[in-house]
């Protein structure tokens, strides 16, 4: 069974201040990785992926992969009380019998405070 | 203006009621899929079609039935076998399934509640 982790939070950190956000994943073969925003009551909304081991820096956000420990994070820089949300972590598995669809994480809930 | 639409937003079901929920695309995408979310849990397939006249089940397909009559369109059905259908159903579409950086797209989602 595919899985993706994700602490489920809330995490809670001031405004200015750095959030980082962190996801596992199981199948050691998936090929690349994504990070939804999901405001309440609203759909998710992609805000980044990467597929190569190291970092991807896109404004105040950066991913970071490293495929060796099935771990990919996301750095928020300069956290607003806009940026308060759950955060989705999206694997696209190697295999598997939905060819390589999406498989979810639970998502994180972070709380900025003003 | 490119997006996806879903309708209707907000849908009520009374037991044993099937019920449609719709799903446009105007984005030329081949693939589409269907999700469930429930409080404080991830995303759950329970549809995708990558080509028009085709579509697999996904994880949780039981009481569910999908068409894809046209690339734009693919309406979720939610029958009466479904025994817990209250939850917020998004759909997404993406260029097509299956290629590493096929990110997805999604609709503002419709929450069906069984009265």
């Known amino acids: 069974q595919k899985e993706v982790e994700q602490n489920s939070g809330p995490l809670s950190v001031p405004e200015g201040a750095i959030a980082s956000l962190n996801c596992t994943y199981s199948?050691?073969?998936?090929?690349?990785f994504f990070w939804y925003r999901q405001y309440s009551g609203k759909s998710p909304e992609l805000i980044m992926f990467i597929y190569s081991n190291g970092d991807k820096e896109d404004g105040r956000f950066t991913a970071q992969l490293n495929k060796a420990s099935q771990y990919v994070s996301l750095l928020i820089r300069d956290s607003q009380p806009s940026d308060s949300a759950t955060y989705l972590c999206?694997?696209?598995?190697?295999?598997?019998?939905?060819?390589?669809?999406?498989?979810f994480g639970k998502g994180t809930k972070l709380s900025v405070k003003p | 203006d490119g997006g996806i639409t879903q309708s209707p937003k907000y849908l009520f079901r009374k037991e044993g009621q099937n019920v449609t929920l719709s799903c446009e695309q105007n984005l030329n995408h081949d693939a589409m899929y269907w999700y469930r979310q429930d409080p404080g849990q991830g995303l759950r397939l329970i549809y995708y079609?990558?080509?028009?006249?085709?579509?697999q089940k996904g994880d949780i397909a039981e009481g569910y039935s999908v068409s894809r009559e046209k690339k734009e369109s693919f309406p979720l059905t939610v029958t009466s076998a479904q025994k817990n259908p209250t939850a917020f159903y998004l759909c997404a579409s993406s260029i097509a399934s299956g290629g590493a950086l096929n990110e997805q797209f999604f609709g503002p989602g419709t929450r069906l509640t069984v009265l």
């Open positions: 199948d050691r073969g998936s090929q690349s």
């Open positions: 999206a694997v696209r598995p190697l295999r598997g019998g939905s060819q390589g669809n999406l498989i």
């Open positions: 079609s990558q080509i028009v006249n085709d579509f």
